[in-house]
Protein backbone atom coordinates (compact mmCIF):
# COMPACT_ATOMS: atom_id res chain seq x y z
CA UNK A 1 0.00 0.00 0.00
CA UNK A 2 1.48 3.30 -0.96
CA UNK A 3 2.30 5.99 1.29
CA UNK A 4 0.27 9.36 0.80
CA UNK A 5 1.22 12.48 2.21
CA UNK A 6 -1.33 14.42 4.07
CA UNK A 7 -2.63 17.70 3.58
CA UNK A 8 -0.15 20.49 6.06
CA UNK A 9 -2.02 19.43 8.76
CA UNK A 10 -4.68 22.64 10.10
CA UNK A 11 -2.62 23.92 13.08
CA UNK A 12 -0.57 25.43 10.67
CA UNK A 13 -3.05 27.94 9.91
CA UNK A 14 -2.17 29.56 13.23
CA UNK A 15 1.27 30.18 12.00
CA UNK A 16 -0.50 32.44 9.14
CA UNK A 17 -2.48 34.56 11.87
CA UNK A 18 1.11 35.12 13.19
CA UNK A 19 2.57 35.67 10.43
CA UNK A 20 0.31 38.00 9.21
CA UNK A 21 0.05 40.53 12.40
CA UNK A 22 3.85 40.30 11.69
CA UNK A 23 3.62 41.66 8.53
CA UNK A 24 1.03 43.88 9.48
CA UNK A 25 2.73 46.86 9.26
CA UNK A 26 3.98 45.96 5.65
CA UNK A 27 0.72 45.34 4.36
CA UNK A 28 -0.14 48.84 5.59
CA UNK A 29 3.24 49.67 3.38
CA UNK A 30 1.80 48.11 0.73
CA UNK A 31 -1.17 49.74 0.48
CA UNK A 32 0.51 53.11 0.91
CA UNK A 33 2.82 52.22 -1.92
CA UNK A 34 0.07 51.06 -4.21
CA UNK A 35 -2.15 53.84 -3.48
CA UNK A 36 0.54 56.17 -4.34
CA UNK A 37 1.42 54.55 -7.87
CA UNK A 38 -2.56 54.52 -8.59
CA UNK A 39 -3.06 58.18 -8.33
CA UNK A 40 0.24 58.96 -10.10
CA UNK A 41 -0.40 56.93 -13.01
CA UNK A 42 -4.15 57.51 -13.17
CA UNK A 43 -2.12 61.54 -12.99
CA UNK A 44 0.24 60.93 -15.44
CA UNK A 45 -2.23 58.66 -18.22
CA UNK A 46 -4.39 61.69 -18.12
CA UNK A 47 -1.61 64.18 -18.66
CA UNK A 48 -0.18 62.09 -20.85
CA UNK A 49 -3.48 61.82 -22.82
CA UNK A 50 -4.40 65.58 -23.00
CA UNK A 51 -0.39 67.04 -23.91
CA UNK A 52 -0.39 66.92 -27.38
CA UNK A 53 -3.88 68.16 -28.16
CA UNK A 54 -5.86 71.21 -28.21
CA UNK A 55 -4.49 74.97 -29.09
CA UNK A 56 -3.79 75.24 -25.42
CA UNK A 57 -1.17 72.66 -25.61
CA UNK A 58 -0.05 73.66 -29.62
CA UNK A 59 3.24 75.50 -29.29
CA UNK A 60 3.18 78.80 -30.77
CA UNK A 61 5.76 79.70 -33.60
CA UNK A 62 8.53 81.80 -33.73
CA UNK A 63 7.24 84.77 -36.09
CA UNK A 64 10.95 85.29 -37.00
CA UNK A 65 11.14 81.79 -38.96
CA UNK A 66 11.49 81.27 -42.67
CA UNK A 67 8.00 81.12 -44.15
CA UNK A 68 6.41 78.24 -46.04
CA UNK A 69 5.14 79.66 -48.43
CA UNK A 70 6.98 78.41 -51.58
CA UNK A 71 7.60 75.36 -50.60
CA UNK A 72 6.32 71.59 -50.78
CA UNK A 73 3.36 69.90 -52.47
CA UNK A 74 -0.06 71.74 -52.03
CA UNK A 75 -4.13 70.77 -52.34
CA UNK A 76 -7.15 73.10 -52.00
CA UNK A 77 -8.25 76.33 -52.43
CA UNK A 78 -6.06 79.23 -52.39
CA UNK A 79 -9.25 81.12 -51.15
CA UNK A 80 -9.34 78.70 -47.91
CA UNK A 81 -9.02 80.61 -45.07
CA UNK A 82 -6.60 78.37 -43.22
CA UNK A 83 -3.46 76.31 -44.73
CA UNK A 84 -2.28 73.18 -42.74
CA UNK A 85 1.59 72.16 -42.96
CA UNK A 86 2.66 69.23 -42.76
CA UNK A 87 6.24 67.99 -42.09
CA UNK A 88 6.10 64.46 -42.93
CA UNK A 89 8.61 61.45 -43.31
CA UNK A 90 7.30 59.05 -45.80
CA UNK A 91 8.81 56.26 -43.48
CA UNK A 92 7.52 57.33 -40.45
CA UNK A 93 4.61 55.19 -38.73
CA UNK A 94 3.19 58.08 -37.40
CA UNK A 95 2.57 59.69 -41.03
CA UNK A 96 1.75 56.36 -42.30
CA UNK A 97 -0.99 56.37 -39.88
CA UNK A 98 -1.95 59.70 -40.18
CA UNK A 99 -1.50 59.23 -44.38
CA UNK A 100 -4.44 56.34 -44.14
CA UNK A 101 -6.81 57.11 -41.35
CA UNK A 102 -6.57 60.58 -41.17
CA UNK A 103 -6.18 62.65 -43.70
CA UNK A 104 -9.44 61.09 -46.40
CA UNK A 105 -11.48 62.63 -43.95
CA UNK A 106 -9.44 65.75 -44.01
CA UNK A 107 -9.16 66.33 -47.66
CA UNK A 108 -13.15 64.95 -47.97
CA UNK A 109 -14.44 67.23 -45.20
CA UNK A 110 -11.78 69.66 -44.87
CA UNK A 111 -10.00 70.68 -48.43
CA UNK A 112 -12.69 69.56 -50.77
CA UNK A 113 -15.60 72.07 -49.12
CA UNK A 114 -12.40 74.89 -49.36
CA UNK A 115 -12.57 74.79 -45.42
CA UNK A 116 -8.55 74.68 -45.67
CA UNK A 117 -5.52 74.31 -48.10
CA UNK A 118 -2.96 71.53 -47.06
CA UNK A 119 0.43 71.52 -47.36
CA UNK A 120 2.89 68.99 -47.42
CA UNK A 121 6.67 69.25 -46.57
CA UNK A 122 9.19 66.52 -46.64
CA UNK A 123 11.14 66.18 -43.57
CA UNK A 124 13.35 62.92 -44.52
CA UNK A 125 14.52 62.02 -40.93
CA UNK A 126 18.35 60.36 -40.71
CA UNK A 127 17.32 57.36 -39.22
CA UNK A 128 14.99 56.06 -41.82
CA UNK A 129 17.23 54.28 -44.52
CA UNK A 130 14.78 54.58 -47.26
CA UNK A 131 13.07 57.78 -46.46
CA UNK A 132 15.26 60.04 -49.51
CA UNK A 133 14.38 57.37 -51.93
CA UNK A 134 10.42 57.82 -50.83
CA UNK A 135 10.58 62.12 -51.25
CA UNK A 136 12.53 61.97 -54.60
CA UNK A 137 10.31 59.25 -55.96
CA UNK A 138 7.10 61.64 -54.86
CA UNK A 139 8.89 64.23 -56.23
CA UNK A 140 9.40 63.11 -59.66
CA UNK A 141 5.57 61.84 -59.78
CA UNK A 142 4.89 65.69 -58.97
CA UNK A 143 6.46 66.57 -62.44
CA UNK A 144 3.89 64.83 -63.57
CA UNK A 145 1.25 66.25 -61.99
CA UNK A 146 1.04 63.24 -59.72
CA UNK A 147 2.08 64.16 -56.35
CA UNK A 148 -0.79 63.36 -54.32
CA UNK A 149 -1.26 60.02 -55.83
CA UNK A 150 2.08 58.80 -55.52
CA UNK A 151 1.99 60.20 -51.94
CA UNK A 152 -1.08 58.41 -51.33
CA UNK A 153 0.63 55.13 -52.68
CA UNK A 154 3.82 55.13 -50.93
CA UNK A 155 2.66 55.30 -47.42
CA UNK A 156 -0.14 52.86 -48.35
CA UNK A 157 2.80 50.55 -49.26
CA UNK A 158 5.10 51.86 -46.32
CA UNK A 159 5.73 48.33 -44.97
CA UNK A 160 6.92 47.01 -48.94
CA UNK A 161 9.96 49.45 -48.82
CA UNK A 162 10.69 51.02 -45.64
CA UNK A 163 14.24 49.82 -44.31
CA UNK A 164 12.96 47.12 -43.07
CA UNK A 165 11.21 45.57 -46.03
CA UNK A 166 13.87 45.87 -48.11
CA UNK A 167 17.70 47.60 -49.08
CA UNK A 168 16.32 48.56 -52.88
CA UNK A 169 13.48 50.75 -52.23
CA UNK A 170 13.64 52.47 -55.46
CA UNK A 171 12.95 49.41 -57.27
CA UNK A 172 9.94 49.13 -54.75
CA UNK A 173 8.75 52.39 -55.52
CA UNK A 174 9.10 52.36 -59.27
CA UNK A 175 6.86 49.63 -59.16
CA UNK A 176 4.05 51.27 -56.88
CA UNK A 177 4.60 54.34 -59.36
CA UNK A 178 3.70 52.21 -62.14
CA UNK A 179 0.36 51.99 -60.33
CA UNK A 180 -0.62 55.17 -60.64
CA UNK A 181 -3.46 55.65 -63.79
CA UNK A 182 -1.79 58.20 -66.10
CA UNK A 183 1.60 58.08 -65.11
CA UNK A 184 4.51 58.03 -67.64
CA UNK A 185 6.54 54.83 -65.93
CA UNK A 186 9.50 55.58 -67.73
CA UNK A 187 9.78 59.09 -67.53
CA UNK A 188 9.56 58.16 -63.70
CA UNK A 189 12.19 55.33 -63.52
CA UNK A 190 14.63 57.97 -64.77
CA UNK A 191 13.33 60.46 -62.81
CA UNK A 192 13.93 57.97 -59.64
CA UNK A 193 17.31 56.41 -61.15
CA UNK A 194 19.26 59.97 -62.08
CA UNK A 195 18.07 61.03 -58.42
CA UNK A 196 16.60 64.48 -60.38
CA UNK A 197 14.74 65.83 -57.71
CA UNK A 198 17.23 64.95 -54.74
CA UNK A 199 18.01 69.25 -55.13
CA UNK A 200 14.07 69.67 -53.98
CA UNK A 201 14.19 67.44 -51.20
CA UNK A 202 17.41 69.06 -49.80
CA UNK A 203 15.99 72.16 -49.84
CA UNK A 204 12.45 70.90 -47.64
CA UNK A 205 14.93 69.11 -45.51
CA UNK A 206 16.91 72.66 -44.58
CA UNK A 207 13.29 74.54 -44.61
CA UNK A 208 12.17 72.04 -41.93
CA UNK A 209 15.54 72.33 -39.74
CA UNK A 210 15.30 76.46 -40.48
CA UNK A 211 11.93 76.38 -38.73
CA UNK A 212 13.42 74.27 -35.91
CA UNK A 213 10.86 71.02 -36.63
CA UNK A 214 11.69 68.21 -34.22
CA UNK A 215 9.62 65.48 -35.14
CA UNK A 216 7.68 64.34 -37.93
CA UNK A 217 4.93 64.32 -38.09
CA UNK A 218 4.27 68.22 -37.09
CA UNK A 219 1.32 70.11 -38.62
CA UNK A 220 1.27 73.81 -38.40
CA UNK A 221 -1.79 75.20 -38.01
CA UNK A 222 -1.38 78.90 -38.84
CA UNK A 223 0.70 80.35 -35.61
CA UNK A 224 0.27 76.93 -33.92
CA UNK A 225 1.76 74.01 -34.17
CA UNK A 226 1.43 70.17 -32.59
CA UNK A 227 3.61 67.23 -33.08
CA UNK A 228 2.29 63.72 -33.70
CA UNK A 229 -0.34 61.64 -35.28
CA UNK A 230 -4.05 63.38 -34.97
CA UNK A 231 -6.59 61.67 -35.23
CA UNK A 232 -9.97 63.53 -37.81
CA UNK A 233 -11.57 64.97 -34.73
CA UNK A 234 -8.13 66.53 -33.13
CA UNK A 235 -7.61 68.05 -36.98
CA UNK A 236 -10.84 69.62 -36.79
CA UNK A 237 -10.53 70.88 -33.41
CA UNK A 238 -7.56 72.41 -34.29
CA UNK A 239 -8.47 73.93 -37.55
CA UNK A 240 -11.68 75.12 -35.75
CA UNK A 241 -9.96 76.95 -33.15
CA UNK A 242 -8.14 78.70 -35.56
CA UNK A 243 -10.62 79.39 -37.96
CA UNK A 244 -12.28 80.88 -35.08
CA UNK A 245 -9.46 83.36 -34.74
CA UNK A 246 -9.36 84.14 -38.29
CA UNK A 247 -10.77 86.58 -40.23
CA UNK A 248 -13.39 85.79 -42.13
CA UNK A 249 -13.22 85.28 -45.99
CA UNK A 250 -15.15 86.42 -48.98
CA UNK A 251 -17.46 83.47 -49.99
CA UNK A 252 -16.19 81.42 -52.72
CA UNK A 253 -17.89 79.04 -54.39
CA UNK A 254 -15.01 77.84 -56.55
CA UNK A 255 -13.14 76.39 -53.23
CA UNK A 256 -15.71 72.94 -54.35
CA UNK A 257 -13.28 70.49 -55.53
CA UNK A 258 -14.27 67.53 -57.15
CA UNK A 259 -11.21 65.08 -55.41
CA UNK A 260 -12.04 62.12 -53.63
CA UNK A 261 -9.96 60.94 -50.56
CA UNK A 262 -6.62 59.70 -52.45
CA UNK A 263 -7.13 60.93 -56.24
CA UNK A 264 -6.81 64.90 -55.18
CA UNK A 265 -6.37 68.00 -56.94
CA UNK A 266 -3.33 69.65 -57.06
CA UNK A 267 -4.25 73.08 -57.14
CA UNK A 268 -1.25 75.19 -56.46
CA UNK A 269 2.33 73.71 -56.75
CA UNK A 270 5.01 75.26 -54.57
CA UNK A 271 8.55 76.29 -55.77
CA UNK B 1 7.31 43.40 2.53
CA UNK B 2 6.28 39.89 1.19
CA UNK B 3 7.30 38.65 -2.39
CA UNK B 4 4.16 38.75 -3.41
CA UNK B 5 3.35 42.54 -2.24
CA UNK B 6 6.21 43.45 -4.12
CA UNK B 7 5.25 41.69 -7.40
CA UNK B 8 1.58 43.53 -6.71
CA UNK B 9 3.31 46.72 -7.08
CA UNK B 10 5.54 45.64 -10.15
CA UNK B 11 2.30 44.42 -11.37
CA UNK B 12 0.43 47.71 -10.69
CA UNK B 13 3.23 49.55 -12.23
CA UNK B 14 3.27 47.38 -15.46
CA UNK B 15 -0.21 47.86 -16.27
CA UNK B 16 -0.29 51.81 -16.19
CA UNK B 17 3.09 51.47 -18.24
CA UNK B 18 0.91 48.80 -20.49
CA UNK B 19 -1.91 51.45 -20.50
CA UNK B 20 -0.38 54.05 -21.27
CA UNK B 21 1.67 52.48 -24.67
CA UNK B 22 -2.05 51.02 -25.74
CA UNK B 23 -3.54 54.83 -25.56
CA UNK B 24 -0.39 55.55 -27.58
CA UNK B 25 -1.38 52.89 -30.07
CA UNK B 26 -4.92 53.93 -30.76
CA UNK B 27 -3.78 57.33 -30.96
CA UNK B 28 -5.32 58.68 -27.77
CA UNK B 29 -1.80 60.06 -27.07
CA UNK B 30 -0.27 62.13 -29.58
CA UNK B 31 3.47 61.22 -29.07
CA UNK B 32 5.29 59.01 -26.55
CA UNK B 33 7.74 60.70 -24.22
CA UNK B 34 11.08 58.89 -25.30
CA UNK B 35 13.83 60.53 -25.06
CA UNK B 36 16.89 58.35 -25.62
CA UNK B 37 15.75 55.27 -27.98
CA UNK B 38 12.99 55.03 -30.87
CA UNK B 39 9.71 53.92 -29.06
CA UNK B 40 7.68 55.57 -31.90
CA UNK B 41 8.78 53.31 -34.54
CA UNK B 42 9.24 50.32 -32.64
CA UNK B 43 5.43 50.76 -31.24
CA UNK B 44 4.18 51.50 -35.04
CA UNK B 45 6.03 48.83 -36.54
CA UNK B 46 4.09 45.86 -37.47
CA UNK B 47 5.23 43.85 -34.95
CA UNK B 48 3.59 45.69 -32.58
CA UNK B 49 0.76 44.01 -33.10
CA UNK B 50 0.06 40.20 -31.42
CA UNK B 51 -2.79 38.00 -33.40
CA UNK B 52 -4.94 40.92 -33.92
CA UNK B 53 -4.06 42.59 -30.73
CA UNK B 54 -1.26 45.56 -29.48
CA UNK B 55 1.58 43.63 -27.66
CA UNK B 56 0.77 46.83 -25.12
CA UNK B 57 -2.57 45.84 -24.81
CA UNK B 58 -1.18 41.98 -24.09
CA UNK B 59 1.29 43.48 -21.75
CA UNK B 60 -1.31 44.94 -19.85
CA UNK B 61 -3.66 42.23 -19.57
CA UNK B 62 -0.59 40.20 -18.91
CA UNK B 63 -0.01 42.76 -15.80
CA UNK B 64 -3.69 42.94 -14.14
CA UNK B 65 -3.69 38.83 -14.10
CA UNK B 66 -0.62 39.15 -12.67
CA UNK B 67 -2.25 41.89 -9.97
CA UNK B 68 -5.34 39.91 -9.21
CA UNK B 69 -3.22 36.30 -8.87
CA UNK B 70 -0.60 38.84 -6.21
CA UNK B 71 -3.39 40.18 -4.19
CA UNK B 72 -5.36 37.17 -3.79
CA UNK B 73 -1.83 35.18 -3.05
CA UNK B 74 -1.62 38.01 -0.03
CA UNK B 75 -5.19 37.08 1.38
CA UNK B 76 -5.14 34.19 4.10
CA UNK B 77 -7.04 31.86 2.22
CA UNK B 78 -4.06 31.65 -0.16
CA UNK B 79 -1.23 32.82 1.92
CA UNK B 80 -0.13 29.12 1.66
CA UNK B 81 -0.74 27.88 -1.78
CA UNK B 82 1.69 26.22 -3.42
CA UNK B 83 -0.33 26.10 -6.72
CA UNK B 84 -0.68 29.77 -6.93
CA UNK B 85 2.89 29.59 -6.46
CA UNK B 86 3.78 27.69 -9.16
CA UNK B 87 0.82 29.18 -11.25
CA UNK B 88 3.22 32.46 -10.58
CA UNK B 89 5.96 30.86 -11.99
CA UNK B 90 4.67 29.67 -15.23
CA UNK B 91 3.08 32.90 -16.00
CA UNK B 92 6.11 34.93 -15.02
CA UNK B 93 7.83 32.39 -17.31
CA UNK B 94 6.00 32.57 -20.28
CA UNK B 95 6.28 36.54 -19.67
CA UNK B 96 10.26 36.31 -19.95
CA UNK B 97 9.62 34.14 -23.04
CA UNK B 98 7.40 36.66 -24.69
CA UNK B 99 10.10 39.72 -23.70
CA UNK B 100 12.86 38.04 -24.86
CA UNK B 101 10.97 37.57 -28.36
CA UNK B 102 10.01 40.90 -28.41
CA UNK B 103 13.49 42.44 -27.53
CA UNK B 104 15.44 40.09 -29.72
CA UNK B 105 12.99 41.47 -32.63
CA UNK B 106 13.84 45.09 -31.62
CA UNK B 107 17.40 44.10 -31.84
CA UNK B 108 16.99 42.26 -34.93
CA UNK B 109 14.66 42.74 -37.06
CA UNK B 110 13.48 46.18 -36.34
CA UNK B 111 16.40 47.97 -35.28
CA UNK B 112 15.81 50.20 -32.63
CA UNK B 113 14.96 50.36 -28.89
CA UNK B 114 12.07 51.39 -27.12
CA UNK B 115 12.77 52.15 -23.49
CA UNK B 116 9.29 51.83 -22.41
CA UNK B 117 9.88 48.15 -23.62
CA UNK B 118 13.09 47.85 -21.96
CA UNK B 119 11.37 48.73 -18.55
CA UNK B 120 8.67 46.29 -18.80
CA UNK B 121 10.87 43.52 -19.67
CA UNK B 122 12.77 45.01 -16.67
CA UNK B 123 9.77 44.03 -14.40
CA UNK B 124 8.48 41.06 -16.19
CA UNK B 125 12.33 39.51 -15.08
CA UNK B 126 11.55 40.69 -11.81
CA UNK B 127 8.50 39.20 -11.22
CA UNK B 128 9.90 35.96 -12.41
CA UNK B 129 12.89 36.11 -9.59
CA UNK B 130 10.23 36.95 -7.43
CA UNK B 131 7.97 34.58 -8.06
CA UNK B 132 10.93 31.62 -8.52
CA UNK B 133 11.27 32.62 -4.47
CA UNK B 134 7.95 32.75 -3.98
CA UNK B 135 7.85 29.35 -4.93
CA UNK B 136 10.66 27.81 -3.38
CA UNK B 137 9.52 29.53 0.17
CA UNK B 138 6.34 27.99 0.25
CA UNK B 139 8.12 24.70 -0.83
CA UNK B 140 10.17 24.93 2.24
CA UNK B 141 7.46 25.90 4.56
CA UNK B 142 5.32 22.82 3.52
CA UNK B 143 8.22 20.42 3.98
CA UNK B 144 9.10 21.90 7.42
CA UNK B 145 5.09 21.39 7.96
CA UNK B 146 5.64 17.54 7.54
CA UNK B 147 8.86 17.65 9.06
CA UNK B 148 8.08 19.12 12.40
CA UNK B 149 4.61 17.22 12.54
CA UNK B 150 4.54 13.74 11.64
CA UNK B 151 6.18 11.08 9.39
CA UNK B 152 4.49 10.00 6.16
CA UNK B 153 1.19 8.16 7.38
CA UNK B 154 -0.20 4.81 5.55
CA UNK B 155 -3.27 5.59 3.78
Known amino acids: MPNKRPEPPRKRQGGVVKATKKTSSSTRAFYIVAGAIVVLGIAALSWASTRPKGTDVASRIDTTLPPVQSSGYVIGSPSARLEVTEFGDFECPQCGRFATLTEPDVRTRLVNTGVIRYRFIDYPLPMHANTWNASRAAACADLQGKFWEMHDAIFANQDRWNGEATSSPDKVLKSVGAQIPGINKDQLDQCIDTKQTQAKIQAHYQLAMARKVEATPTFVFGDKQVEGFLSYDDFKAMTDSMLAKAPAAPADTSAKIDAKPGVTLPVKKGE | ?155
Open chain 2, 1 to 155: MTKRMWMALISLLGLFLGAYLTLYHYGFIGTLVCNVSSCEKVQSSRWSMFLGVPVAAWGASFYALMLVLTVAGMQERFAESLTLSLVLVLLTAWGVLFTAWLNSLEAFVIHAWCEWCLGSATMVFLLFLLALFDWRERREQIESSYDDDSPLTPA
